[in-house]
C-alpha cells in the first residue's frame, strides 16, 4: 500500500472559507500505515469496525483522535466509549439513549453526530429528516446530559449522476442550517474520497477520507 500525500488535505476551505477538518479512514491499513499519516501530524483517524478500532487504539500513540465511522451496535458502545474522539454514525434512538446511560455510568461526556439517511440506499443507515426534531427537542431538554451532539453527519448515493449526489448534500446542509440556529453545531460530516469536492461546495467542515489518502 502506497500511501499519498496528506498535505493534499491540509488547509481545505469549503465554499463559506471554512476550515475543514480531514478525518483519515484507516479501516483497510496497518498500524504502519498510520504512523506514518501520523508523524506528518495528523492525529484524526475513522474506523468502520469496533474491534479494529480498539486494536489500534491499544498499540497506537495515544493523542490520535479516534473516530467512529461505521455503523455502531449498541452491545459494542462500552468497547470505545472510554476513548473514543467523536462517533459519527449515530442512527438510532436506541442507540442515543445507550451511550447517554453509558456515558452517565462512566462519569463522561460523550461527543456524536447524527447521522441522517440522505440517500435512497437501502444498505445506509440513519435518521429521516423529519426525526430531527424529536432528537434535538429531547437534547435541548436535557433528556440526553452526558452527550454533547456536535453536529450532522450523511453517506451519498454512490452514484456518477452528480446532480443526485449534490441534491442530498444540499438536503444536509440545509438541515444543518436549521438546526444550528436551534442549538450551536460544530460539524457537517459529509464527502469522502469520492466526493469530498462536492461536498465542500455544500459547506461541509468534515470530510472523510481513506484511499485518497492510503491507496
Known sequence: MKLKMIHNFKNLK???????????????????????????????????????????????????????????????????????HLIHSVDSFRLIEQINKLSINKNLFTNILIQVKISDDDSKYGFLPNELELIFNNYLSKKYKNIKILGLMGMATFSNDTSIVESEFSLLSNLYKKYSKITPLKYLSMGMSGDYLLALKYNSNMIRVGSAIFN
Do not use: C
Open 14 to 84: 469549503n465554499k463559506n472559507g471554512h476550515d475543514v477538518e480531514t478525518v483519515a479512514v484507516s479501516k483497510r491499513s496497518t498500524s504502519d500505515e498510520i504512523m506514518k499519516v501520523y508523524n506528518k501530524n495528523h492525529i484524526n483517524f475513522g474506523e468502520n469496525r469496533v474491534k479494529d478500532l480498539v486494536t489500534k487504539y491499544n498499540i497506537l500513540p495515544k493523542d490520535i483522535r479516534w473516530h467512529m465511522i461505521g455503523h455502531l451496535q449498541r452491545n459494542k458502545v462500552k468497547d470505545i466509549i472510554e476513548f473514543i
